[in-house]
């Protein structure tokens, strides 16, 4: 268990759909909410850009849990076929098991809940989000799939913010055709010159940004968004 800036930050076994999913679990001092990440297409808990936006979030009071939705098992078939990372049912289903599970938690029990998927993950957060819309007060994607959510999008209640590079050509015309499906409240925040990667210098950090102030806006019900001076919204 590794501190961090007045939190302590665990490992935990998430049972969801069935499985054990091992997770890392951190929450602030004063946490507002709790932020529930869906990774995408090949990547873990481990993934150095979903963790750098888990930290922005933890320095807007928000708690963060970074799960691997595949078992290691699951994951050796998936380096091999490139399906599981595609069946959004499967994911979606350890999502809304999650969701169930965090309401368990004394550390969440009471905390608002929002999602954020990346690539893939954006697809599943999304179908999670419509199953329990009483439980998931807001979403993000970054670099997502959204239209992988299919039926799910008109039932969305959560407000939604789709984050895509300007660069990721076709990625923006998958998410402009989502949008029009969702009846939620639904933003497109195009980051200019970025890839679907968003490695370009600056492009994450503004990922970061446009996320933490999402959360805090509508998770949260903050009034104004945390920190970040010139977001336009």
Do not use: C, K
Not at 19 to 41: E, K, N, W
């Amino acid at each position: 268990m590794a501190e961090t800036r007045g939190m302590n930050e665990r490992q935990v076994r998430v049972g969801a759909g069935g499985v054990g999913l091992d997770g890392g679990f951190a929450v602030p001092d004063g946490a507002r909410g709790v932020v529930l990440f869906a990774h995408g297409s090949g990547s873990s808990r481990h993934s150095p850009r979903n963790r750098f936006v888990a930290e922005a979030l933890r320095e807007g009071a928000l708690a963060t849990l970074l799960l691997d939705l595949l078992t290691p098992e699951e994951e050796a078939i998936d380096a091999r076929t490139r399906q599981l990372r595609f069946d959004i049912a499967l994911l979606a289903d350890r999502l809304v098991g999650t969701i169930d599970w965090l309401a368990q938690q004394p550390a969440a029990r009471g905390l608002p809940v929002g999602l954020f998927g990346a690539s893939t993950g954006g697809g599943a957060a999304l179908v999670a989000a419509a199953e329990r819309p009483d439980a998931v007060g807001a979403v993000v994607s970054r670099g997502g799939r959204p239209d992988l959510a299919g039926d799910a999008l008109p039932l969305v209640q959560a407000p939604s913010l789709l984050i895509v590079g300007g660069d990721d050509e076709a990625v923006i015309g998958l998410n402009r055709r989502a949008m029009a499906r969702m009846s939620a409240p639904v933003t497109l925040e195009i980051v200019p010159g970025a890839t679907h990667l968003f490695e370009e210098p600056g492009a994450l950090e503004q990922v970061a940004r446009l996320a933490r102030d999402w959360f805090v806006r509508y998770l949260v019900g903050a009034t104004e968004p945390a920190d970040s001076p010139g977001t336009v919204w």
